[in-house]
Nanobody, 123 residues
């Protein structure tokens, strides 16, 4: 079992930055690949970024490439999402998720989810 808690969301102006954190419980965090997803009102949940269990491989959605960085600290059981140059279109609830095998952009493949953190970007 992995319990995930996101934090770091908030209101930011367009062009600003936010750093999201996802704290995980359990001693096996380092065994899990992690993903960040987001869901805007009326839209499907979409992939933002993913990272392998070691942190050695990262993946990004085309819409976020160059604007965000995913990282992890296995000693702290935490994964991060640094987002820069935010746009109003980035407004959504952001979720982190965990799965035992490799990171994937498909949300249905993940076993554990956090409750989400709201990111609102004003124009």
């Amino acid at each position: 079992q992995v319990h995930l808690v996101e934090s770091g969301g908030g209101l930011v102006q367009a062009g600003g930055s936010l750093r999201l954190s996802c704290a995980a419980s359990g001693r096996t965090f380092s065994s899990y690949a992690m993903g960040w997803f987001r869901q805007a009102p009326g839209k499907e949940r979409e992939f933002v970024a993913g990272i392998s269990w070691s942190g050695g491989t990262t993946y990004y959605a085309d819409s976020m490439t160059g604007r965000c960085t995913i990282s992890r600290d296995n000693a702290k059981n935490t994964v991060y999402l640094q987002m820069n140059s935010l746009e109003p279109e980035d407004t959504a609830v952001y979720y982190c998720a965990a799965r035992l095998t490799s990171a994937t952009p498909h949300p249905t493949a993940y076993d554990y989810w956090g409750q989400g953190t709201q990111v609102t970007v004003s124009s």
